[in-house]
């Protein structure tokens, strides 16, 4: 039913549909992956005020240990050379990607006892590369990715010394205790997984105080660091972590973002991830939790969830730390499932449906960048570098701050950009106006934009491909914000 590959090419394949990803897949899941940690490093770096941060910086919320990851690896760019910010927050990609892959495919190889053959590790490995938003997930720079990374890396570390307790204090336990520690600087959240790791190892295991010493040590050692950055960061010694809580939970900043009830991670999360493979996957994995009760990773999971579910603001991001366990979970569900009832003629047809359909989903993902607005950006840097004589002018009703684009890290300085107002209200300068010259439509147009007295308008860049544009069934694109980047001809 699924392409038979080796190990070796089965990694192999993923780790290029990572690169592909972090790639293509520009921009941001959520304005969190950007404006508070890219934006910040920006700001470290002196190339914009404190006044342009988000609310979250003056008062002290985030953690500085990811903006100073980017920080070190800005400058390290610019050291060699490469002073394209896409290119550099590339290589952040890159790294997520193959640091993903490196700790889940060893938790594979780990895993391996847990599972009864060889084909439901198969189905397990194929769930982590292949699942359409696996590659798309595994390559953000966001702290979900970097937390979950370093947590289970810990954890992995931590099972693996637990095995072999006769050595006692080692350094590999300092380390796990390290990456364990520096997860919780990265998304403050997974401190519910920890939760859930810390009663596991007190109620299903007797540890040597010894081992307690060295993980114990390696958290300490994270404390630090994290502390550290966040003196970097803020100019000031602050305990970040406390005014997470203090401004989110106890003044109610985060439900003022929006409020959901209990259940709802139920209803959201298989829409999310598209059914109806989502539906089937989220049942295995319930039944998985069951069938595995006294697993590490159950005991992270389950505490996860909950708190999750407790918290009045949600988001389905806040589960994707979940991705590695989801799927060793939902195939141990499986193996449970194929013993109490027989694979049907029609399992058989759904699971094909299903996997082409996760095939479309799969390569739309990869190839498609993650916030469109960040695509012009793009292709606005790119521009500058064959047209710096050109100037670029945002299209607009008013006066507005960096309308329409709000990336201040992904411009360039050198740049010269206006603004065009088609409110009647405010005059433009015509006599300015060059052939080359730029104009960015952000509003509704259909048919082309109006073209300024005296010059006609070519169409230069669209987020959308022209074989789409080229199809307006039903007016669809008069009712769609299509942006649009237009040069000036005579």
């Not at 006044?51 to 003056?58: A, G, K, M, R, Y």
């Not at 937390?147 to 590999?172: M, P």
């Not at 829409?271 to 989220?282: D, E, Q, R, W």
């Not at 939902?330 to 003629?345: C, I, L, N």
Request: glycine share 6%.
């Amino acid at each position: 039913m699924i392409p038979t590959f080796s190990e070796r090419n089965l990694l192999f394949v993923g780790a290029v549909l990572c690169v592909i990803a972090a790639w293509f897949t520009i921009g941001y899941h959520h304005p969190d992956e950007h404006f508070q940690i890219l934006e910040f490093a920006n700001y470290k770096l002196g190339r914009i005020p404190a006044s342009d941060l988000p609310w979250e910086f003056p008062a002290k919320i985030r953690p500085g240990l990811q903006p100073f990851l980017a920080y070190g690896t800005i400058l390290s760019a610019d050291t060699v050379g490469i002073s394209n910010p896409f290119i550099q927050v590339f290589l952040m990609r890159l790294l997520c990607a193959f640091a993903a892959l490196f700790v889940y495919w060893k938790w594979s190889k780990w895993l391996m006892r847990d599972l009864k053959n060889a084909t439901s590790l198969y189905w397990m490995r194929f769930g982590l590369l292949f699942f359409w938003l696996m590659p798309y997930l595994n390559v953000r720079f966001t702290s979900e990715n970097t937390s979950a990374i370093c947590f289970f890396g810990g954890l992995l570390l931590l099972v693996q010394s637990i095995e072999d307790q006769k050595r006692g204090f080692s350094w590999k336990l300092i380390l796990a205790g390290l990456l364990l520690g520096l997860s919780f600087f990265f998304r403050y959240q997974i401190a519910f997984a920890g939760i859930g790791l810390g009663a596991w190892l007190l109620f299903q295991n007797r540890l040597k105080v010894s081992v307690w010493i060295a993980l114990i040590s390696g958290v300490l050692i994270a404390v630090c660091l994290g502390l550290a950055t966040d003196f970097w960061l803020y100019d000031a010694m602050v305990f970040a972590p406390y005014n997470y809580y203090f401004s989110n939970i106890v003044e109610g900043k985060a439900a003022g973002f929006g409020v959901e009830p209990i259940w709802w991670y139920l209803t959201e999360t298989p829409m999310t991830l598209v059914p109806p493979l989502s539906l089937a996957l989220i049942a295995l994995f319930g039944i998985g939790i069951w069938q595995k009760p006294r697993h590490p990773l159950t005991w992270c999971v389950v505490p996860f969830i909950l708190a999750h579910s407790l918290v009045a603001h949600k988001e389905v991001r806040f589960l994707f730390p979940l991705a590695m366990p989801f799927f060793f979970l939902s195939v141990a569900g499986w193996e449970y499932f194929q013993t109490k009832y027989t694979v049907k003629r029609w399992m058989a047809i759904a699971l094909t449906f299903c996997l082409g359909l996760n095939a479309i989903l799969l390569t739309v993902r990869v190839f498609s960048p993650a916030e469109g607005r960040v695509a012009y950006s793009k292709f606005l840097w790119d521009w500058y570098q064959t047209h710096p004589e050109s100037t670029v002018y945002f299209v607009k009703k008013e006066p507005k701050k960096r309308f329409p684009l709000n990336t201040p890290f992904y411009e360039n300085p050198h740049q010269r950009q206006m603004p065009w107002y088609t409110n009647s209200a405010y005059t433009n300068d015509t006599t300015a106006l060059r052939p080359g010259d730029l104009m960015l439509f952000t509003e509704i147009f259909s048919p082309l934009p109006e073209a300024p007295p005296g010059f006609t308008l070519k169409r230069e860049f669209t987020n959308y491909p022209e074989w789409v544009l080229r199809f307006n069934v039903n007016d669809w694109q008069s009712r769609t914000l299509i942006w649009g980047v237009y040069r000036l001809e005579r």
